[in-house]
């Protein structure tokens, strides 16, 4: 009997990282000649996964983003995962702006994911489990050539490949 092979496809934050890069953002931005006096900071909810940036005003928010996004990049965090929601008006005349985190694959995304593994016309069967998919096949080429399309289209998301077996 052939055995069948497997993989999982992921999209998963390593939080205890974003949590550092919020960290070394926040001292870098306390140090920083051009945020002197202003009340610029990152909050980090780890239960919510999300960051609020808050700025006297939107140009030094912008730069608030540019310095979390610098040391998201340098701790290996993907920035497709970051979902920008509208800047707000905060409190004394400032801003601020949610950014939520997003893990896992939404059920419209793995649907567009396995459409496009079945347009492949590789013997593999997609599968959507919770908030990740499976792929089977009987040839270990075939889910190489579905791990190597997945690498290279562009999704939206940050793609992890766990369990081949």
């Known amino acids: 009997m052939p ?3 497997s993989f999982d496809v992921v999209s998963k934050l390593d939080l205890q990282e974003v949590e550092n890069a919020v960290h070394q953002a926040n001292k870098e931005i306390s140090t920083r000649f051009d945020f002197k006096g202003s009340v610029s900071r990152i909050e980090w909810d780890k239960k919510e996964a999300q960051l609020t940036l808050f700025s006297d005003d939107e140009q030094k928010l912008k730069s608030v983003n540019d310095v979390i996004q610098g040391k998201l990049v340098r701790r290996g965090v993907s920035l497709k995962s970051l979902d ?3 800047i707000e008006p905060a409190e004394r005349a400032t801003v601020r702006q949610l950014v939520k985190l997003t893990q896992g694959i939404a059920s419209d995304k793995a649907k567009s994911i396995v459409q496009a593994i079945k347009e492949m016309k590789l013997k593999v069967q997609a599968s959507i489990q919770g908030d990740q998919l499976r792929v089977t096949g009987r040839s270990k080429d075939d889910l190489q050539g579905v791990i190597n399309f997945l690498r290279a ?5 940050p793609l992890q490949f766990l369990n081949y077996r």
Do not use: T
């Open 153 to 157: 289209a562009d999704f939206g998301l």
């Open 3 to 5: 055995q069948d092979f």
């Open 84 to 86: 920008y929601k509208s």
